[in-house]
């Protein structure tokens, strides 16, 4: 074709103009030293894709030219010149159902612009006219109906003829990861992650927050609140606390902030929080309430006095309170490293802000927390306070300066000076005669006091008491254990005894609210002894314990109060066997099972007997099964199963534990023999057959004298289909061993069972034996004549 001329086509209606080769370069493909972004896209031909798109060297297009001219039949003018640059082309291909309107299909770079005529695509058949009426792809099937459809992402409209974009029927909550295309000036499509599509509307920002509430955490407490904002245009999103915003990250670049994370990290009053979202279209705001389940601080210790054997506490209230308080918690060990819910707790109800903790040891080191406590739980726990008990009191040493003998004359005044060392606290002195004070008692460490004469040899005692006191202190390190009804107790001797000891009181009770003066006591009177069993106590009670020592000076301290909950008390087996009433059955191959059920502290241990002989598992056709619930402590059951029930016997079960034994029979009576006859043998004669056996195994009846209780029968038949009613039998008295049975067939096959019987009834029939008759002997036999001739005289 000529380049650069214009073309009619009278089916197209259209001009067709050629560029010519020498123009066209490859400037479309070309990238700038400037610029990146030389690529210029072929343009977009309705109905139609680019099919392909190619470079063409100058040797290529030489080649095409020359081809060119000989498949016209031409020849090749001599002045051609061919153009020494490349060139780009795309082509054309049109969609299925439509088809060019002439031969155009291709266009040519020419200084980063595709020229010169366009390719155009024209529907087939119905779709040739105004496309069928359809807004995109149109297709005509068999030029008598039109089908419209539609690109990817759009879908057709009622009219079956507009391609829409689909309207989804849920409003987004959040845009996380979504990308939004526009649906129409107020409705955006928007695709989200797995698949999911939402509609976002223009206008004002709709605020979803999750998780949705009440919000309450404790003391210090940590919480994540996301608010969304929902809406186009796209709102700004903030938190708010109070009239401060919180920390405000500005969005990345090209991105679309739509949710912001607050983030409450130890928070320990109760607070608001405000979400905020405005766009052009409006501004609307959350607020949510962050509720502190609990005080917001801890009490503050004022002061710890510590004693020998207690330590007494003072503090002030919480600085942050969230509402009332109620009570507080006290918190105290001698080991800081173990976790909080192992430590010793005492409750102070609200308003006392004192406590005394008693029952200490002396001079040792105790960890104290406190809490607060409000009607919604614990508030924040308080850090550890370190204090040290004091030593234990010591006894005092009571030293008499003029000796423990004084020689005064009669009636001639003296003195007798009381020195006292080693005494902690100061002890109270007073100066005794024959048990009786003679001066009322002073704290000092030394007293003297003046006699004005004597007559007699008299004794006078100085008398010196603190808080160590007469008694000695609690005993150390008790234990106990539980065994049933009974608890064993075992502890140690006092560390200050104060005198020479004489026992022990164990006091013990189950309602420990009661003063102790009304708890039930044990005394022992050897000092020696140091453990005791208290028996004779209620089953699966707790009870609540204490023990002192006593010296020849008088009772010493308690010690805590400890606890221990009984079990059940020893008993010995009680049997009960299911079923209890003599079983009676008739002899079958279906198993015969026995239960038993033993109730015991300890726990029974069961055997069982048949007939006075040890039943061992899986021995002689027995099972023998434990069947004790698993959490059962005071009873054991066990079943007994005979594989079979084909014999008379005595079930006996026997439950032993260390406080005895018990048992229980079950007789079994089998309704006869439990066996069909052994050594069954069927032996072919020539006037039928005979059959032969020993007794069975097992006859369930007993031999009398020269009489035997039981019989046989014997069932035989031609046809083993029958029923066995229909076989023929023969009884056979119960001495008898054999039985000829006398038939007339010859060479016949019979089938043969032998069955048992006894007084009690027919036994388990034997299984069947094969055998066939005989032949009859011949009878041959000779018959001679004798003649006799009589002459006649």
Sequence with gaps: MPANVLFRRWASRREICYPRYEDLDTSCTDITERSMTGLVAPPVVPHATVRAMAFVPPDNLRRLIIQYYRQQGKLMPKNVTFSPKSFLFVKYHCDFGYELIDEVDT???????????????????????????????????????????????????SDQRTCIKPIPKTLCRSLSGCTCSSINDNQYSCSCPKGAKCLLLKGPPKLYVEPPGPYEVPPGGNLNITCSAVAFPFPDIYWQRGDNNLQITPAKAGTVKNEQVLIIKELFKNA???????????????????????????????????????????????????????????????????????????????????????????????????????????????????????????????????????????????????????????????????????????????????????????????????????????????????????????????????????????????????????????????????????????????????????????????????????????????????????????PSNEPLSIECEALGVPKPKIIWLWSGQLVEDGKDEFRVYDITPMDAHDRATSKLIAQSTTRTGTATCQAINTEGSDEKRTEVKVLGPGSPPMSIQPTPMHIGFDVSWHP??????????????????????????????????????????????????????????????????????????????????????????????????
């Design 107 to 157: 266009l040519f770079c020419h200084r980063k612009s595709w020229v010169n005529t366009v390719p155009v695509c024209r529907g087939k058949g119905l779709c040739q006219s105004n496309n069928g009426g359809c807004s995109h792809s149109c297709l005509s099937i068999n030029d008598v109906t039109v089908e419209c459809r539609c690109p990817r992402g759009m879908t057709l409209d």
């Design 272 to 586: 608001e929080f405000t979400c905020i979202a405005n766009n052009s279209e409006g501004k609307v705001e959350r607020t949510v309430k962050v509720t502190i389940t609990g005080p917001g601080s801890a009490p503050v210790l004022r002061g710890a006095l510590s004693g020998r054997t207690n330590i007494a506490l003072r503090w002030d209230p919480p600085h942050i309170v969230n509402r009332p308080i109620t009570s507080y918690t006290i918190y105290y060990t001698n080991n800081g490293n173990q976790p909080i819910k192992n430590w010793q707790q005492m409750e102070v109800k609200e308003p006392s802000n004192t406590a005394m903790i008693e029952n200490l040891r002396p001079s040792t080191q105790y960890y104290i927390r406190l809490r607060a406590n409000d009607q919604m739980g614990p508030g924040r726990l308080g850090n550890p306070a370190l204090v040290t008990t004091l030593k234990p009191a010591s006894r005092p040493l009571v030293t008499i300066e003029q000796g423990e003998e004084l020689l005064v004359g009669p009636l001639k005044p003296f003195e007798l000076g009381c020195n006292i060392t080693r005494a902690d606290p100061m002890p109270v002195v007073t100066w005794q005669h024959k048990g009786r004070p003679l001066n009322n008692g002073e704290k000092t460490l030394f007293m003297k006091m003046h006699i004005g004469g004597i007559i007699e040899n008299t004794a006078f005692s100085c008398v010196a008491e603190n808080e160590a006191g007469k008694s000695p202190t609690a005993p150390e390190r008790i234990r106990y254990q539980i065994e049933g009804d009974k608890v064993n107790l075992q502890w140690e001797q006092p560390r200050i005894t104060n005198a020479p000891m004489v026992g022990y009181d164990i006091l013990y009770t189950d309602d420990p609210s009661l003063p102790d003066d009304q708890w039930k006591v044990k005394h022992i009177d050897n000092p020696y002894d140091h453990s005791i069993t208290i028996s004779d106590l209620n089953e699966r009670t707790p009870y609540t314990f204490k023990i002192r020592g006593k010296n020849r000076l008088g009772e010493g301290l308690l010690s805590r109060p400890f606890n221990a909950t009984t079990w059940l008390g020893a008993r010995p087996p009680f049997v009960t066997v299911t079923p209890s009433d003599k079983i009676v059955k008739e």
């Design 696 to 793: 069975p195994k097992r006859p369930n009846g007993r031999i009398k004298a020269r009489f035997i209780d039981y019989n046989y029968i014997v069932y035989y038949t031609k046809d083993p289909d029958l029923p066995l009613a229909e076989w023929k039998s023969q009884v056979v008295d119960g001495d008898h061993r054999n039985l000829t049975v006398h038939v007339d067939d010859e060479d016949t096959p019979y089938v043969v069972k032998v069955q048992a019987a006894t007084d009690d009834g027919a036994g388990i029939i034997s299984e069947a034996y094969e055998v066939t008759t005989g032949r009859k002997r011949e009878f041959k036999s000779r018959i001679y004549c004798r003649a006799q001739i009589v002459k006649e005289l």
